[in-house]
């Protein structure tokens, strides 16, 4: 694997492929690699292809109190995953080599899936996720990019966005690996202590049951966040939404849906926890 820390070295080494007709799948991360990362890293594995994981923590995206400082950096053991997975290329850039002026450059915001659901409680977050996207996109070129759903108002917004850029890029969803109780993988989830760690899956749980009562033909949305919430305050976790949304533009689910999706944001123990479920309801 080759590892570029500046974008011209990645650029020319990503011609040399083309010149080989050779297609480019890329994985972008802010590293601390886990299960769902390696995942994305094997759902853009194709003959003709090379792949690009970029690891960069991306200053733009976190809150002035959030955990930008001490989010888990993990370069080496994320270097040794990634090559015993074969990947070709990691750009893992300095904050100088993407923004060389950090205040004044441009910023990308798509208000009406940015300001909703993470949005809320993260004003800028999507801002910074947006921005830093398309300079990655801009930078790797490539034909297809892998994102997970955990995140998945990250990745309507990043579908969203190649639409409204007329970005010729294909962007594709992978279903979110979970631990063996239910908890979503996330790099976040290191922040657990033992205790929290043992609480956590009753975000997993609290879907499910919320997905048994689509099942069983409950059509009150309101009454089932209303209980979601509850079973989650119940576990000590502070509930920042739990929502039913249709899948397609996270808008408002409503009689008319035809899939929805849960989705959950809550505070465990100081650490932020998201996670999601879709649903079929036709
Ligand atoms: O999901 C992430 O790890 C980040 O939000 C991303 C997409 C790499 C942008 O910084």
Same mark, same amino acid.
């Given at each position: 694997m080759i590892v570029h820390s500046n974008h011209h070295s990645l650029h020319q080494a990503l011609t040399a492929h083309r010149k080989d007709n050779l297609l480019v799948g890329f994985i972008p991360t802010m590293g601390h690699l886990h299960a769902g990362h390696i995942a994305l890293v094997r759902h853009a594995q194709r003959s003709d292809t090379v792949r690009v994981v970029s690891i960069f923590v991306n200053?733009?995206?976190?809150?002035? $109190?959030?955990?930008y400082a001490r989010y888990p950096r993990t370069i080496e053991t994320d270097c040794a995953l990634l090559t015993q997975e074969g990947v070709e290329h990691l750009y893992a850039p300095s904050t100088n080599d993407l923004y060389p002026n950090i205040h004044h450059h441009t910023r990308i915001n798509i208000p009406h899936i940015g300001a909703i659901l993470c949005g809320r409680s993260r004003p800028n977050h999507f801002v910074g996720v947006a921005t830093i996207i398309v300079k990655l996109l801009n930078i790797v070129r490539p034909e297809t990019v892998f994102l997970g759903k955990k995140d998945y108002q990250q990745f309507i917004l990043i579908t969203q966005l190649v639409i409204d850029l007329c970005m010729d890029v294909k962007v594709v969803g992978v279903e979110t690996v979970r631990e063996s109780d239910g908890l979503a993988l996330s790099?976040? $989830?290191?922040?657990?202590s033992p205790s929290a760690r043992r609480i956590a899956p009753v975000i997993y749980r609290t879907l499910v049951d919320t997905q048994k009562q689509l099942k069983a033909g409950e059509r009150n949305f309101t009454l089932l966040c209303a209980q979601g919430t509850k079973q989650l305050q119940n576990a000590d976790m502070t509930v920042d939404y739990y929502e039913i949304r249709?899948?397609?533009?996270?808008?408002e689910a409503n009689s008319q849906s035809t899939e929805v999706i849960i989705l959950v944001a809550v505070v465990l123990a100081q650490t932020r926890l998201i996670d999601n479920m879709i649903y079929r309801l036709t």
């Amino acid at each position: 694997m080759i590892v570029h820390s500046n974008h011209h070295s990645l650029h020319q080494a990503l011609t040399a492929h083309r010149k080989d007709n050779l297609l480019v799948g890329f994985i972008p991360t802010m590293g601390h690699l886990h299960a769902g990362h390696i995942a994305l890293v094997r759902h853009a594995q194709r003959s003709d292809t090379v792949r690009v994981v970029s690891i960069f923590v991306n200053p733009l995206q976190f809150g002035q $109190n959030e955990d930008y400082a001490r989010y888990p950096r993990t370069i080496e053991t994320d270097c040794a995953l990634l090559t015993q997975e074969g990947v070709e290329h990691l750009y893992a850039p300095s904050t100088n080599d993407l923004y060389p002026n950090i205040h004044h450059h441009t910023r990308i915001n798509i208000p009406h899936i940015g300001a909703i659901l993470c949005g809320r409680s993260r004003p800028n977050h999507f801002v910074g996720v947006a921005t830093i996207i398309v300079k990655l996109l801009n930078i790797v070129r490539p034909e297809t990019v892998f994102l997970g759903k955990k995140d998945y108002q990250q990745f309507i917004l990043i579908t969203q966005l190649v639409i409204d850029l007329c970005m010729d890029v294909k962007v594709v969803g992978v279903e979110t690996v979970r631990e063996s109780d239910g908890l979503a993988l996330s790099s976040r $989830n290191a922040y657990l202590s033992p205790s929290a760690r043992r609480i956590a899956p009753v975000i997993y749980r609290t879907l499910v049951d919320t997905q048994k009562q689509l099942k069983a033909g409950e059509r009150n949305f309101t009454l089932l966040c209303a209980q979601g919430t509850k079973q989650l305050q119940n576990a000590d976790m502070t509930v920042d939404y739990y929502e039913i949304r249709n899948t397609n533009d996270l808008s408002e689910a409503n009689s008319q849906s035809t899939e929805v999706i849960i989705l959950v944001a809550v505070v465990l123990a100081q650490t932020r926890l998201i996670d999601n479920m879709i649903y079929r309801l036709t």
